[in-house]
């Protein structure tokens, strides 16, 4: 089976959806994405695709990525330098823990969807929703096939 076929269309509106819910409290940005496979390591995968996908260029910095190889059970959470200089590793690898609880019993998308949150909280905190901002990347779930 595809990857991109992982979830149904019901699953990937709901994981939108709680991106969408999570950005309205916060002017972040948080981005999935979906991989086929992951030679090596899961974080360095993120950090490739943070910069691919030109989420280093958002206004304050403050966007978090999401990336999760699901045939190799591999995932990580990469943040911009915005976030990264506020929030402590420790917060990072908690919600790693969360969203792990739910994956490996083969809850993808509510683990994806808790991760989601949890980031969006931690936005939410140092990056506050302020009258004018605008979506600056897409809500829609990115799947890879590398």
């Known amino acids: 089976m595809s990857t991109a076929r992982i979830f149904t269309e019901v699953e990937m509106a709901y994981i939108r959806q709680a991106i969408a819910d999570a ?32 989420m280093h260029q958002t206004k304050l ?15 990580a959470i990469i943040d911009d330098s915005g976030i990264h200089e506020k929030v402590k590793d420790e917060f990072w690898q908690a919600t790693r823990n969360i969203m792990q609880q739910h994956f490996i019993k083969g809850e993808f998308v509510q683990g994806l969807v808790n991760g989601i949150n949890e980031a969006g909280r931690m936005l ?23």
């Open 23 to 54: 950005e309205k409290a916060t002017s972040g940005e948080l981005r999935i994405f979906i991989d086929d496979h992951c030679k090596g390591d899961a974080l360095e995968k993120a950090a490739f695709l943070f910069s691919k996908l030109g």
């Open 124 to 146: 939410s905190q140092f990056f506050p929703y302020q009258s004018g901002d605008t979506n600056e990347l897409s809500n829609d779930i990115i799947f890879g096939n590398s």
């Open 61 to 75: 910095k403050n966007g978090v990525l999401i990336y999760m190889s699901i045939k190799d059970k591999k995932f």
